[in-house]
């Protein structure tokens, strides 16, 4: 995920991925072992529904350790990763809904954001409360911006 150091420059991450049963055995191990009980309890206790990711900065969870800011630059980046692998093995694209992108962004990390998804074989939305919006002085193609709120409401 070579999104992370773009948006979040001196930060060191690991992402630690927990596959939802003991990796010591296989699945089908795991299920047959926990049978009786998850009859009981009514649920499948283990499984890849389970599953779990969880991405540390500086050998602390990312969620204690982030402002808010950060942390939506972080599931920003992780968005784009996943849209990027995505592209490479399928050749499909998504689209991505920025909604209120300034909200918690200073400008340095609104360009890196929006340097990110000019980057990316998709199409994006962004939205923002204020008039002017972030990107009321960047050139960006093939884009679409709604008009803040503000803008909407004044008219009515």
């Not at 009514?42 to 500086?58: C, K, L, N, Q, Y």
């Not at 990763?81 to 809904?97: D, I, M, N, P, Y």
């Not at 920025?98 to 200073?106: H, I, K, N, Q, S």
């Amino acid at each position: 995920m070579e999104v992370i150091p773009q948006f979040l420059p001196n930060l060191s991450w690991k992402l630690v991925y927990s596959p939802g049963w003991s990796t010591e055995e296989d699945l089908s191990h795991a299920l047959q072992g926990r049978f009786g009980r998850d009859c009981v309890l009514g649920h499948t206790s283990v499984g890849p529904h389970r599953a779990d990711m969880e991405i540390f900065v500086g050998g602390l969870p990312a969620k204690q350790m982030l402002s808010r800011g950060q942390t939506k630059l972080l599931i920003c980046a992780v968005l784009m990763a996943r849209a990027q692998v995505l592209h490479q093995r399928t050749g499909r694209s998504c689209v991505f809904l920025v909604d209120d992108a300034d909200a918690e962004l200073d400008s340095g990390a609104l360009d890196r954001l929006f340097e990110g998804l000019q980057g990316l074989k998709t199409q994006w939305i962004a939205t923002s409360v204020r008039p002017e919006g972030p990107w009321a002085s960047k050139s960006v193609e093939n884009r679409i911006f709604l008009p803040s709120l503000g803008s909407v409401c004044q008219g009515s």
